[in-house]
């Protein structure tokens, strides 16, 4: 069942424009603002989920501690009945739907030419603790601060953003083995 | 009109969870599109090789900043009501370089990560698996991380606001700019031959 539709094909699509990609999700964050009044996320809802996971563990903890405590309100609602967890919902689904028609979705690994599986899991891994780590010193993500706060002109996001790239440039040097 | 409707309640909690979902689909379905489910894609940006990443994420910010320009012009909506993250200068700075360097070493970021994910790359989840990690070992560390956070805070800041400009100009320099980078991008792309077969 799963291998008949995680089908992907000899010669998937050729992916879309770049330009007009960025349109098309340029339409999307602007008719949130329109109709939400704020922008979209990805890793706020990741932040709900760990304190949704705390909270579930040992309540009198996720009490003591305020960054816990803001993304579990007052406790009359669930942590995850939250707008940024819908969304995410959706990207996955939206992501899967894109794939799918593409002939693009199949269980795969991504890596770089010269590195085996299990290096690849281990610096996925570590990457994505980095990455999360500086997501939340920065209060929000690329969705969340460069995209929403780009288009706002929020001056602490186009620092993130800036940052973000040097960051990124500045590393891939040293780590060019994991992908060339 | 008058937006944000959810803000002037013209629609309420359930229906705007609906719409997160809504907005959420399509949010995946352009990243997948334009190839940022690929790590390889995502990671070329820093080798010069394929500008997709800048090209989709500028082009983005530059739409969604002209049309919210209008919007609120006309008073189709107030752009007043629209929440605006505070600026914390120093754990902004140092949260970027932090996050460019677990991006280049993953190769996903958050959303990307879940698009991955969503068609199969196994290793997409476990950079998930990663930021979830990394978001438990930050509320854990929180008590000590307290006072870098909240230093510097410089409140609701906007870029017009800072430098004084009319927010028209601006949204007219920003968008020069964008325009200086995909020329600059085209350039950077016809001079590093391209190793990556995603291409299209």
């Given at each position: 069942m799963l291998r008949a539709i995680l089908n992907k094909r000899e010669n998937p699509d050729p992916y879309w424009n770049p330009y007009l990609c960025g349109i098309g999700l340029g339409l999307v964050l602007l008719i949130t603002?329109?109709?939400?009044?704020?922008?979209?996320?990805?890793s706020g809802a990741m932040t709900s989920m760990v304190a949704f996971g705390v909270d579930s563990i040992t309540p009198s903890h996720a009490e003591a501690n305020e960054f816990y405590k803001g993304y579990?309100?007052?406790g009359t609602v669930s942590p995850l009945k939250d707008w940024l967890v819908f969304e995410v919902l959706g990207v996955l689904i939206g992501g899967f739907i894109s794939g799918l028609f593409a002939g693009r979705s199949s269980k795969k690994i991504e890596k770089g030419p010269n590195l085996t599986t299990s290096r690849r899991f281990l610096f996925a891994f570590i990457g994505g603790m980095i990455m999360a780590f500086?997501?939340?010193?920065?209060?929000?993500?690329t969705s969340g601060q460069a995209l929403t706060g780009g288009a706002l002109m929020n001056a602490g996001s186009w620092v993130f953003m800036i940052s973000l790239f040097a960051g990124a440039y500045l590393m891939a040097w040293f780590v060019r083995r994991l992908w060339i | 009109m008058n937006g944000p409707f959810y803000i002037n309640g013209w629609i309420g909690e359930e229906a705007s969870l609906i719409f997160a979902l809504v907005i959420g689909v399509a949010f995946g379905f352009f990243l997948e599109r334009a190839g940022l489910g690929s790590a390889k894609k995502l990671a070329a940006q820093f080798y010069g090789t394929d500008m997709t990443v800048f090209k989709m994420m500028f082009t983005a910010i530059v739409t969604a900043m002209i049309g919210l320009f209008w919007l609120d012009l006309f008073g189709v909506m107030n752009?007043?009501?629209?929440?605006?993250?505070?600026?914390?200068?120093?754990?902004?700075?140092i949260g970027g370089l932090v996050f460019g360097v677990g991006f280049i070493i993953g190769g996903y970021c958050p959303g990307t990560s879940c698009v991955a994910g969503a068609t199969g790359s196994l290793d997409g989840w476990m950079n998930v698996l990663g930021m979830l990690s990394g978001i438990l070992i930050f509320g854990e560390l929180y008590p000590l991380l307290e006072e870098f956070y909240n230093a510097t805070p410089m409140g609701e800041l906007t870029l017009d606001d800072y430098f004084q400009l009319p927010s028209g100009v601006m949204v007219f320099v920003l968008v020069m700019v964008a325009l200086a980078g995909f020329w600059a991008s085209g350039k950077i792309e016809s001079k590093t031959p391209s190793k990556n077969e995603f291409k299209s």
């Open positions: 603002f329109l109709v939400m009044g704020r922008g979209i996320g990805a579990l309100g007052d500086g997501t939340k010193l920065a209060r929000g993500c | 752009l007043e009501l629209v929440y605006l993250t505070p600026t914390y200068l120093a754990p902004q700075l």
